[in-house]
């Protein structure tokens, strides 16, 4: 089992729309949650962090659920320019180092 | 400000030959990790090197190996490549060693995208 699970997609969604993507993850004992944005062919890019008690950044909300070791992120009137692949991204503590676990990421496509 | 230098940005290398792919830290940065991004998945953890001491290692085999200058500059080399291996490499500095956000955020150079044939 991977240690951070998502949905690949893509999501085809036109302008406007509201779309959600999901992530789990295994190691009970991650610390720090965060959502990156990765463009064709770029680097990764910080998002947002994620926290219990719900975030949001403008048309972004993260939420973590600790309990069910779930995340998630909600896009609200989405653009054009938010077509990209996102990915879920856990650090965790292991044996003495931290490290960044990325999920596989979830592709977005918003059409016009 | 300059961010995150990675280099070569390409590179095409027969399989059995080694490479060494190069990563300039934000300055003052004090931490690099390195991850392999195979196409279609997420970015795997490899190497984390902070203070110029290895602090963690991934699941790769021992064909890979790095280090990190007392300019907090690093190397990672990888030895008999494999077809495998062709991948996006890329390169992550932050200040401290905790990868988060605000003063621990995590910023990654455009990588090095390695072709071995």
């Known amino acids: 089992r991977k240690e951070v699970e998502q949905d690949p997609g893509p999501f085809n969604v036109p302008e406007g729309a509201t779309v959600a993507f999901n992530c789990t993850y295994s190691?009970?004992?991650?610390?720090?949650f965060f959502w990156y944005r990765q463009d064709c062919r770029k680097e990764p890019k910080l998002l947002m962090s994620?926290?219990?008690s719900g975030n949001e950044d403008g048309r972004f909300t993260a939420q973590l659920n600790r309990a069910s070791q779930y995340i998630s992120l909600l896009i609200r009137d989405s653009k054009l320019s938010d077509s990209a692949t996102y990915l879920c991204?856990?650090?965790?503590?292991?044996?003495?180092?931290?490290?960044?676990?990325f999920g596989t990421g979830t592709r977005l496509l918003v059409s016009p | 400000d300059a961010g995150v230098t990675q280099s070569p940005t390409h590179l095409i290398k027969t399989r059995g030959q080694h490479v060494t792919l190069r990563c300039s830290p934000i300055?003052?940065?004090?931490?690099v990790s390195w991850y392999q991004q195979v196409l279609g998945q997420g970015p795997q953890f490899i190497f984390q090197?902070?203070?110029?001491?290895?602090?963690g290692r991934g699941n790769f085999p021992d064909r890979f190996s790095a280090r990190q200058f007392p300019n907090y500059s690093s190397e990672l080399n990888v030895n008999a490549l494999l077809l495998g291996d062709s991948a996006l490499y890329l390169c992550?500095?932050?200040?401290?060693?905790?990868?988060?956000?605000?003063?621990?955020?995590?910023?990654f150079g455009q990588g090095t995208r390695l072709t071995v044939v």
């Open positions: 992550a500095s932050s200040l401290a060693e905790l990868a988060g956000k605000g003063d621990t955020e995590a910023f």
């Open positions: 190691n009970s004992a991650s610390q720090s």
């Open positions: 994620v926290y219990s």
């Open positions: 991204v856990v650090n965790t503590r292991n044996t003495g180092f931290q490290k960044l676990v």
């Open positions: 300055s003052g940065h004090k931490s």
């Open positions: 090197y902070y203070e110029k001491e290895e602090r």
